[in-house]
């Protein structure tokens, strides 16, 4: 799916800033057919729940509505007209005027309404959105609803982090000419120093399409002609962690001898490849530096915000961070383009996080029914999933910083049923891109003698919480579990392997000398316990800490005002723990992890 942006076909108009607000129990039936009657404002792109002071707004079950008048440019008399939402989280209800146009369930991957027959160029129409929060285990992420002790309806959900509902993402009106580029993928490859660039695209209508692969500098590298082909570029300059280099694809279609549309596509050479135990960017192996991150910070949510975007990427290059997971969903466009031009590599995850009900059981992961059933992840859950997979690709392919699609977070693998979920998914992944690697988030019940369905996948992705869930405060444990746990993967299957997830609660300012859970030097020693394991093996192939940063949660009685297992808080500043960090990453003392550099 193409984003919308400016070139001499199409024009756009941001919609972001503040709009009407109200939640549907305070609104009269049909809210939409008139201007809402609320004193509320809302800002866009951000999420509801902590714009307002009211818990009845923050903890909503329902539909809320977002309204706002939005004039047509008079130019688009002959263009199509349509609405791109970057994200409703979860499920959306687009009128315009008094009508129903376009409705979308999933809430982190875009969606258009096409808006043409509904609107007139130079005149003015009321966009209503309504926009639900609500999660049943036949979305995903799932979730269920139920009635409290005192009567009221409460969202209940299956991961860890805060059910942020809205429109969090950016908002436009943009124009399409009636024969148009609908969709291009790229694929990239090179031998020696030959780079190959092969595009397909997409079309309704028009008689030719015309590609030109400018470099970095404007000047075209290679040309060529038809709907699909693969262009040559002598003396590439590839793609590399850490020195992004993007080349410009210029698509133009053609009627006759007139250029009907153009679009233009950022593109970087790069290949991924599994080979044995090792990760191959470029035929080089690659190692994992960085974090499970969260798309939160205070007020907004998870709104998208750029001041966030650029600060939390100059902390992932102070600290020598070269990749990062999109935990638990997929992020903004923007958070991928920004990594695709400063080459830090993205482990792209979809939203299906809570498909275990091992986790309600607690520690001893004992699922009080089966994750993999009717009352749960059924047939409609596994169409959901499938669904967003389906977008999740279709947004995120022609990436070069996307290297690995992570098809969920800690799914109950080491059940019956998980294969038979499973394995129609990886086999549409695959199909709808065969070059990336697919992998999956491992549960700490999933162990390398009872997971079901490893072998579909192409890495091992752990997430392992020894000394902070098990053997808690005792590192001399945790390293014994460990290092036991990552043999019996490397026995069991020859892939890659890595940790997605690691890490400790710590408040900020609590200090201890002895190896106290929750403060900051526990945090220290309990990354380093874990590097100390992780250098023992040379099939091992990267560390991802959890979290990037302290993040908003569920009012859980294990919480204390969210997660802190952040190596930033959650106003981005540094836990001593950062240091540290740093000083590994960035091969400060001495050797690189994964490398032989000094
Ligand atoms: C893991 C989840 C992650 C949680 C983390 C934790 O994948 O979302 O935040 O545990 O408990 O199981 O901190």
Redesign the pocket.
Known sequence: MLKPIATATRELVNLDGVWRFAIDSRLPESPWTAQLDTPLEAAVPASYNDLFTDPEIRNHVGWVYYQRPVRVPRGWTDDRVLLRFGAATHAARVYVDDRLIGEHIGGYTPFDVDVTEHVTAGAEFRLTVAVSGDLSNETVPPGKIEVTGAGRRKQVYY???YNYAGLARSVWLHSLPQVAIDDIVVTTGHVGTVGSVHYVTHTTGGDEVRVRLRDARGVIVAEGSGREGTLEVQDVTLWKPGAAYLYDLEIELLTGAAVVDTYALPVGVRTVEVRGYEFLINGEPFYFTGF?KHEDTPVRGKGHDNAYLVHDFQLLEWIGANSFRT??YPYAEEVLEFADRHGIVVIDETAA?GLNMG?VGGLAGKPPFPTFSEQYANDRTQGAHAQHLRELIERDRNHPSVVMWCIA??PASNEDGAREYFEPLVNLARELDPTRPLTY?V??FATFTNDQIIDLFDVVSL?R?YGW?VAGGDLETAREYLARDLQGWIDRVEKPIMMT?Y?A?TEPGVHSVWDKVWTEEYQTAFLEAHHEVFDRFPQFVGEQV??FADFA?DNGLHRVDG?K?GIFTRDRKPKSAATSLRRRWRGLDGRKPGTTEH
Request: zero cysteines.
């Open positions: 991961h860890d982090f499970g935990s638990h996080v986790v977070n800690e988030a549960v700490l997430n919480y869930y997830e890490g609660d959890w979290n949660t997660n297992k």
